[in-house]
């Protein structure tokens, strides 16, 4: 039986170029962010995949490179779940700054375990264990059982909000997941075993 899940972080957004906490705020891609959509679903396409059904954040960036992708996919009436379990991790009181003027504020030590330690969040956000407590029931919930009755399943999300099922489905630690990068429009295809583990996966680039 086919139990395919790709996972796809969105193309480059605007706040990611100019290098700042993004988090739940909503910016747009930029021109080489939508470029990478519209390669990712190039790759997704030249790889004969055809999705049953699409889930994303309510974030524009992720919904925006959803729709690229699957109008390459010539799959663009295609059934959409939105959910805010899907978001980015929330920065809290870090979101809009420069991260190199937040260095400058709180220390390079005091940035670096907030962006790097697994449950240490910023004042006023989510830690990458909080951000994983919401992705991970919901995909339990209602990704992983379309995923197992055998449709193929297209997930759009952010960085961290991958890392979380990155690090479920690949059994990873705290620890090791926070070493792994979420390239921006880079297709992960996953084909998973009837109880949910990984049968195989694919990094699809150029």
Do not use: C
Request: glycine share 10%; aromatic share 6%.
């Amino acid at each position: 039986m086919n139990r395919t899940l790709v996972l796809v972080r969105h193309g480059q957004s605007e706040w990611n170029k100019k290098n700042l906490f993004t988090g739940w705020a909503d910016p747009g891609l930029t021109e080489k962010g939508i470029e990478e959509a519209i390669r990712a679903g190039q790759l997704l396409s030249e790889k004969g995949l055809k999705f049953d059904i699409a889930f994303t954040s309510v974030l524009s960036r992720a919904q925006h490179t959803l729709t690229l992708m699957l109008k390459e996919l010539k799959q663009t009436g295609l059934e959409t779940i939105f959910d805010q379990a899907l978001n980015e991790r929330n920065y809290g009181d870090l979101v809009g700054l420069n991260k190199d003027d937040a260095r400058k504020k709180w220390g390079d030590e005091q940035v670096h375990i907030w962006r790097r330690s697994f449950d240490t969040p910023p004042p006023g956000g989510e830690s990458l264990k909080d951000t994983a407590d919401r992705v991970l029931p919901y995909y339990e919930s209602q990704i992983k059982p379309r995923v197992l009755g055998g449709e193929t399943v297209i997930v759009s999300a952010h960085g961290n909000s991958l890392r979380a099922l990155v690090m479920s489905l690949e059994g990873l630690s705290g620890e090791e997941i926070l070493q792994r990068e979420i390239a921006t429009g880079v297709p992960l295809v996953y084909q998973l075993n009837a109880d949910g583990s990984i049968a195989s996966n694919e990094i699809l680039i150029d």
